[in-house]
């Protein structure tokens, strides 16, 4: 069993990393973002509280986050484990994580706020089938229109200069003390995530030990 967390600040590669670790070692990708997204794409009561509170750039409440991280783990698929991205984001949120569960290792991947807002101001996402794309590495073939559907691409609703900057404070500001309390219990990995996706990735696999796959 693994379970791992990865923090890390919005644009540092957290999706993209989690996802390939998940696949490699069979680990269920818990993304506490994706979870309130579904909320507001499915119009739930909680869905509306989002909505307003993501476009702003601010964080959701603790209370409801700790419920949604607490129902996810409980459905209790994750036999070979779980990597859980983008949480916890402050103190409260880390605290009761570990009063609750134990883990094995924090990925915390480091990057600039520089290059940050370069990449993040570059993401565009297809409203119609949900692929990502990045104007500086990974472009469509006619610009604004999706390669798979042929959709408008569009810009998520929090990836503006306003909403990026509020997040960038926020996450200077809460998340990265957390990263002390949880260094010193000796959890901590730190990547540098301005290299490529492999040199990333191969980074996070050696940092924890696994073995190739
Ligand atoms: P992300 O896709 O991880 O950047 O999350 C998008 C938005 O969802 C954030 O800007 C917050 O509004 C909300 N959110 C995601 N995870 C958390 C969390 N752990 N605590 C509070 N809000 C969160």
Redesign the pocket.
Known sequence: MRKYLIIGV?GSG??TQSALLAKGYELVHI???????WHVQQHTKLGAL?RR??A???????D??EK??RDRLDQHDWNYGFII??????RR?AEFFLESYDIDGVIHLNLPDEEVRRRVLARRLCPGCGMDYNLIYDRPAEEGVCDVCGHELVR?A?DTEE?LAE?LR?YHEKTNPILDLLRRKEYVFTVDASRSVDAVQAAIREKLGLPAR
């Not at 993304?31 to 997204?37: A, K, L, T």
């Not at 702003?56 to 409440?61: H, Q, R, S």
């Open positions: 919005q957290k999706g993304n506490v973002g994706d979870i309130f997204r989002v509170t993501m702003a750039g601010e964080l959701i409440g603790d409801h986050v949604v991280v991205d983008g949480f916890p984001r402050n949120q998520r929090d909403a997040r926020i």
